[in-house]
């Protein structure tokens, strides 16, 4: 699976960590979608491994196998670590719910 994972700087102090995956089936002209956790304050990293990620973690966390339930069989998918200060995302916090998704907006 193709894949991508970097930060995007919203702002000088904040940065939002994502991974991408690209679509198994066609790329090109599958959809984009955004996966988000739930929480509040609950890493997208947790979605990708435990829940709809190309790959799901053993027991034991010692392999993975291939995820045939994977969003990214019929999609493009990104995973943005969110609200800041969660997973591998860093910077200053918003400090109300509507000033947190203006920063993801």
Not at 5 to 29: A, L, M
Not at 55 to 68: F, L, S, W
Not at 71 to 93: A, H, M, R
Request: proline letters at 6%; glycine letters at 10%; one cysteine or more.
């Amino acid at each position: 699976v193709r894949q991508y994972s970097g930060y995007i700087n919203v702002r000088s102090d904040k940065h939002f960590f994502f991974w991408f995956f690209e679509s198994r089936s066609s790329p090109d002209t599958d959809p984009l979608s955004l996966w988000l956790n739930g929480g509040p304050g609950c890493s997208s990293l947790f979605g990708l491994f435990m829940e709809m990620g190309p790959c799901t973690v053993m027991e034991g966390g010692n392999d993975t196998r291939i995820n045939p339930s994977s969003w990214n069989t019929q999609s493009n998918v990104i995973f943005l670590d969110q609200p800041l200060q969660v997973g591998y995302s860093y910077g200053k916090s918003a400090s109300t719910s509507d000033d947190a998704a203006k920063d993801v907006y």
